[in-house]
Every structure is written in structure tokens, then in C-alpha cells.
């Protein structure tokens, strides 16, 4: 059982930046492919970056590709994701997933385990 628990949201305005962390506990972080989703109001959760358990590759969806960079330190058992030049339509509750596997995974379905949210707000 993994337990991940993500912090690091709030409000900023259009251009600004936030970094999100996602800590892991309960098992080997390092086994773990990682990723992160997002949710905005009355919409679906979607992909928006993942990393793999050695952090030698990584997947992002083309509307945050160059501008967010996610990224892991498996000493601290810690997943981040930088983001950068925040735009409204980024606004949403940012979920970390984890699953014990190779590869990058992309998929809502291919996660097994979940954090509870962080909240991000971009205001125009």
C-alpha cells in the first residue's frame, strides 16, 4: 500500500509559477512510476505529466509541454511538478498517482494509487 499526499497549490495570476509536491510513504518510491492529473470543474480528470521510476523519461500533454517540467527525488520520496507561465485554463485540483511499474504511464486507468488533490487557481 502507498500512501501520496500532494501540497504546494493556490491562487496566482496568469504568467505566474507554482511548484506542487507529491510525497510518498508506505513502500519503495522508487519502484514506482509516477504522474500527475488534473481535474477542472465539471470536467474529467486528464493527463498531464508522467515519469518514470528512474526519472530517465518523462511524458507530458501537449497543453502543458514547455512550460510544466515534472521530476523526482527518490531520497525524500518526493514527485514535483514545476509549472510555469500558468495560464486560467491550467486551473483545476492537481492529483499525484503512483503505480509499482516500469515505463511512463498516461492512462487515469493504469494508476493504482492516489493523493487527495491540491488545488490550483489561475486568475486572468
Known amino acids: 500500500q502507498v500512501q501520496v499526499v500532494e501540497s504546494g497549490g493556490g491562487l496566482v495570476q496568469t504568467g505566474g509559477s507554482l511548484r506542487l509536491s507529491c510525497v510518498a510513504s508506505g513502500r519503495t518510491f522508487s519502484m514506482y512510476a509516477m504522474g500527475w492529473f488534473r481535474q477542472g470543474t465539471g470536467m474529467e480528470r486528464e493527463f498531464v505529466a508522467a515519469?518514470?521510476?528512474?526519472?530517465?523519461?518523462?511524458y507530458y500533454a501537449d497543453s502543458v509541454k514547455g512550460r510544466f517540467t515534472i521530476s523526482r527525488d527518490n531520497a525524500k520520496n518526493t514527485l514535483y511538478l514545476q509549472m510555469n507561465s500558468l495560464k486560467p485554463d491550467d486551473t483545476g485540483v492537481y492529483y499525484c498517482a503512483a503505480k509499482e511499474a516500469f515505463g511512463v504511464l498516461r492512462r487515469y486507468h493504469d494508476y493504482d494509487y492516489w493523493g487527495q488533490g491540491t488545488q490550483v487557481t489561475v486568475s486572468s
Open positions: 515519469i518514470t521510476w528512474s526519472a530517465g523519461a518523462t
